[in-house]
């Protein structure tokens, strides 16, 4: 069983950044790969981004890449997802997610995240 809990949310305007926290408890977030979701009014929830479980390799959905980054603290059990040069379009709830097995076996509850034009 794995715990999740999201953070960081909020309303920030366009071009700002926040930093998203994925805590995780009940395993070690380095044994299994973690990956950011986001989900906005009336769409289907999109990846962003996942770090595997070496934590060596990261990547990205090609509308947040260059400038959101996923970074992993395995001492605090902790993913980030660290979001720079925030546009409009990514206003949404962002949920964090733990692939255990082949899928994405385990969720949070989500953080909502608002860009002002």
């Known amino acids: 069983q794995v715990q999740l809990v999201e953070s960081g949310g909020g309303l920030v305007q366009a071009g700002g950044s926040l930093r998203l926290s994925c805590a995780a408890s009940?395993?070690?977030?380095?044994?299994?790969?973690t990956g950011w979701f986001r989900q906005a009014p009336g769409n289907e929830r999109e990846f962003v981004a996942a770090i595997f479980r070496s934590g060596r390799r990261t990547t990205y959905a090609d509308s947040v890449k260059g400038r959101f980054t996923i970074s992993r603290d395995n001492a605090k059990n902790t993913v980030y997802l660290q979001m720079n040069s925030l546009k409009p379009e990514d206003t949404a709830v962002y949920y964090c997610g733990a692939r255990v097995t082949d899928a994405y076996d385990y969720w949070g509850q989500g953080t909502q995240v608002t860009v002002s034009s």
């Open positions: 009940g395993r070690a977030v380095s044994t299994y790969t």
